[in-house]
C-alpha cells in the first residue's frame, strides 16, 4: 500500500468511494475543488493503482478539521485508516499544526475505538449533525507538540 497526495487522477475513485462509504456523499466536484483549496490536504491509500482509502483535512491557522475519512468495504480491518490518520498528522506536524478535530456518528463503534486507540479525546457532542439518518455527532480531538 502506499499513501499519497491526491491528485486529479484520484478525484472519480475517491467520489465513487464517497457514495459507497456514506449516505451524504460529497460530490465530485467538491472533492477535485479540494485541490485548488490552499487550506485543504487530502491523502489517499493506494494499492495496486486503485484508491482503496482516502482522508481529507482543512487546516486553518494552526488547528485542522478532519472534513473525511473512508476505506473500501473489501479493505477494511487492513490498519488502512489508522495508516492515513498517521500520515495526515506526521504531515500536518511538518506544516506546523498542533491539533487534529474530528466529528463522528455517534452509533460508529469501530471508528470510535480507533480514534481512541490513537489519542483522540472527546471534545464535545454536536446534536443532529448527521442525517440520512439523523443522529448527534461526538467531537473528537488530539493535540501533539509541534
Not at 449533525?129 to 461526538?138: S, T
Amino acid at each position: 500500500m502506499i499513501i499519497t497526495n491526491m491528485n486529479d487522477g484520484h478525484v472519480s475513485q475517491v467520489a465513487q468511494l464517497e457514495k459507497l462509504c456514506f449516505s451524504d456523499p460529497w460530490s465530485e466536484n467538491s472533492i477535485a475543488s479540494e485541490l485548488e483549496n490552499p487550506l485543504a490536504l487530502w491523502l489517499v491509500a493506494e494499492k495496486n493503482g486503485a484508491v482503496v482509502g482516502y482522508v481529507g483535512s482543512q487546516t486553518v491557522m494552526d488547528e485542522t478539521d478532519m472534513m473525511n475519512i473512508a476505506v473500501h468495504p473489501d479493505h477494511r480491518r487492513q490498519g488502512i485508516a489508522e495508516a492515513l490518520i498517521e500520515a495526515l498528522i506526521a504531515v500536518l506536524k511538518r506544516k506546523g499544526s498542533y491539533c487534529l478535530t474530528l466529528e463522528v456518528r455517534a452509533s460508529n463503534e469501530n471508528a470510535r475505538r480507533l480514534y481512541e486507540k490513537l489519542g483522540f479525546c472527546q471534545a464535545g457532542i454536536r446534536k443532529n449533525y448527521y442525517r440520512n439518518p439523523r443522529e448527534d455527532a461526538i467531537i473528537l480531538r488530539k493535540e501533539w507538540n509541534t
